[in-house]
């Protein structure tokens, strides 16, 4: 049986090969900037679809500049339906890392085809650049594979002697931004363009029949009330009372559930016996690119859902803790975030000590703040 080392357990091995990588690299030579015309570039992103959809950002600037290019992505296969329609990429390779797998709730596989099956494919393609989007060890490992000329990424998590350019990474900084820096290696002036996402048919006709039951002369609404960090959720009492809310002003709602949340979905319904409500468990980011284009608001929290919904252009509201907005990163313009109205013990004495899991601010965030929003938008 295989086995899947953590970056905790390779961490002194990555040390000492980042001490020697970094001296042998004082000998070797590498193109500049000025010279960087991408012909064939692969990104790499194989575990945060949000770390997918802040790429594309990046995409599109670089097809403005270098519209011949050939741009493809290896991606996890949950990220496939958000990239293999976009107008600017040529293909999609997927790819379930199994030592991301682990870490996981999704009803993906790790896929049977092995890392070093994976790296000859690529191979194949002959790409004369790649660029990974998060600073991993064994992703900057997959990219030195490739045999690509240049390789642009973060050495962070070690394996920074393996690129040709490695730029620093801030995990307090938005990684939209951090991926917009990726542009100073090919000598370009980094500007924000909204991203495409084009849901592909299968996805459009699945979401349409799934809402068909849904009335056209009523507000459409979809809730996610799952998906965030621990204490930084909602109660389901007050997902009951958001819903009895949205139904007394004549909206619809549409449940949304992932892998993890079936036992919320389970209490919230099991407690809720309003009409007007609708559910649907385990849509795929496909659908959900697809659903954005077809309600009129969405209400959730922190999570990869709303990171879809909101770049999809879905009006949104999105519940967040205060310390949430920095990092948060949500791409769109019809965006509205409601935040506690006050701060819970364990922040306002800015206990060392308290955790996440501590953090009771979520829970002074009021049914009543949302509704008013959500009245506003039509």
């Excluded at 194989?46 to 011949?68: A, K, M, S, Y």
């Excluded at 991203?195 to 459409?220: A, R």
């Excluded at 252009?313 to 948060?328: N, Q, V």
Aim: aromatic share 8%; charged share 15%.
């Amino acid at each position: 049986m295989p086995v899947h080392l953590s970056l905790t357990q390779m961490k002194p091995w990555v040390r000492a090969l980042d001490s020697m990588g970094s001296w042998l690299r004082r000998f070797r030579h590498y193109p500049s900037n000025e010279h960087i015309s991408p012909k064939k570039l692969l990104f790499i992103c194989l575990d945060d679809i949000t770390e997918v959809i802040r790429l594309l950002p990046f995409l599109q600037l670089l097809g403005e500049h270098f519209p011949t290019g050939q741009y493809d992505f290896l991606v996890g296969d949950w990220s496939q339906p958000l990239v293999k329609n976009h107008p600017m990429v040529d293909s999609v390779i997927g790819f379930n890392a199994p030592w991301l797998m682990q870490h996981m709730i999704s009803p993906e596989l790790p896929s049977k085809q092995g890392f070093y099956n994976l790296v000859w494919e690529i191979r194949r393609k002959q790409y004369d650049t790649v660029v990974c989007a998060r600073p991993d060890f064994r992703m900057n490992l997959l990219s030195a594979f490739t045999g690509a000329p240049i390789r642009i990424g973060h050495g962070a998590s070690g394996g920074g002697f393996l690129l040709t350019h490695d730029l620093p990474w801030n995990p307090q900084k938005n990684s939209l931004n951090m991926h917009m820096d990726f542009a100073s290696v090919f000598n370009i002036r980094p500007y924000y363009i909204a991203p495409k996402i084009v849901p592909c048919d299968d996805d459009v006709q699945t979401t349409k029949s799934m809402i068909k039951g849904l009335s056209s002369s009523h507000p459409i609404v979809v809730v996610y009330p799952g998906g965030s960090h621990v204490g930084e959720n909602w109660s389901p009492q007050k997902y009951i009372e958001l819903i009895a809310g949205l139904n007394q002003s004549d909206k619809q709602v549409l449940l949304l559930g992932g892998p993890g949340e079936t036992d919320l979905l389970n209490t919230i319904t099991e407690d809720y016996s309003g009409a007007l409500l609708q559910i649907w468990n385990f849509p795929s980011y496909g659908e959900i690119a697809a659903l954005a284009t077809m309600i009129n608001t969405y209400i959730g929290t922190v999570s990869s859902t709303s990171q879809i919904m909101t770049a999809a252009g879905a009006p949104s509201i999105i519940l967040t803790r205060e310390s949430d907005l920095p990092s948060s990163g949500f791409i769109g313009s019809r965006i509205e975030t409601i935040n506690p109205l006050s701060c819970c013990s364990h922040c306002r004495t800015l206990n060392p000590e308290s955790t996440r899991s501590s953090c009771e601010c979520m829970s002074h965030i009021t049914v009543e703040q949302v509704l008013k929003i959500c009245c506003r938008k039509k």
